[in-house]
């Protein structure tokens, strides 16, 4: 019902096909310099579990709690992937940190989040709950959530693949050269909504521009743009 299990510097745990469940309040840390290797499944159903050192699995299933990649951790998954899918849910990747899912998806429902402030790479990413950060997503993206640059404000977040949005764009604008940016380095195919808002009681000028999203090229347009002072429509 609670507990820790460990790994501390220059140690190595190592289990089986049989796989690793964790839930209630259960902490699994692994330090830095530390291991966690399994050849089977790691399966969260609660409490968290913090990577300052190296974990790796063939598939990581995350239906509660939170998983935290600390600076210079890394946690590794097979083309099984990385899946959150219970509302509550939570995935935060510190500057330095990374998760590299391999040939497989990094998936998310609806009500879960991630924050990427290091780099996530998977062969696809399936966002349909929150998705943040200012770092570095190696991969395609899929948007049916929301997806907001930033730690909740002014921000950029890379995304090196293609890009294809049903969802939301959250854009903060805090100063006349102070937006937040979403940079794709493949094609953008919009839709959706680009929401946009204001911070720290600034009002843009009229006229005035702010660039929101780059990319390798452009396919359709966001069905609906909208902000403090901007029509539903435009």
Known sequence: TGGTVTTGAAGVLTIGAGGYTQDLAVTTQINSGGQMNLTGDFAQGGGSTIVNGTLSTALLSVTGGTVTVGSGGTLTTASGGYTQGQPGTATTIAAGGQINA???DYSQEIFTSTTVDGT???AAVNNSGIFTGSGIVNGDFSDLGTIAPGDGSVGSLEISGNYSQTGFLDIDI???DAASILNVGGEATLNGTLDVSLLDG????????FLAMTYGSENGSFFNEKGPGLPADE
């Open 102 to 104: 391999g040939l497989g």
């Open 120 to 122: 996530l790479t998977a």
């Open 174 to 176: 805090n100063g006349p």
């Open 202 to 209: 600034f009002v843009p000028t009229s006229g005035e521009t």
